[in-house]
């Protein structure tokens, strides 16, 4: 029975939930350090052969990525909407600063 597999993905999905804790909380700064460290773990779990674990681990394993897919789609719609919030206020800036520059050239 090899459950490292399993536990691997139990953990990636504390590591998204913590993320999706952070994004509602909007703690960009701490959530982009720990972005990082669930990115590099996602990434492992890229090269892992599933075809060996047991019908039950396989099951499991199946369940957990399943609901990780669920929670990465929400914790995208959260980044989302923050690169919204960003590009509204970088378009409201370019506009000030535009009207900054005809104000001082007149």
Known sequence: MDNAVVVQL???LT???TL???AEQEAWDVFADE????S???KTMVDVDFTHLESTEREMAAQLLETLLIQDAR??????????T??????????????AHAY???
């Open 40 to 42: 590099a773990r996602l």
């Open 20 to 22: 999706f804790e952070l």
């Open 10 to 12: 139990e953990e990636l």
């Open 104 to 106: 001082t050239a007149v």
């Open 35 to 38: 972005v990082e460290a669930y």
């Open 15 to 17: 590591r998204n939930h």
């Open 75 to 84: 914790l995208r719609q959260c980044i989302q909407a923050r690169l919204n």
């Open 86 to 99: 960003l590009s509204g206020e970088m378009s409201s800036l370019r506009k000030n600063r535009r009207s």
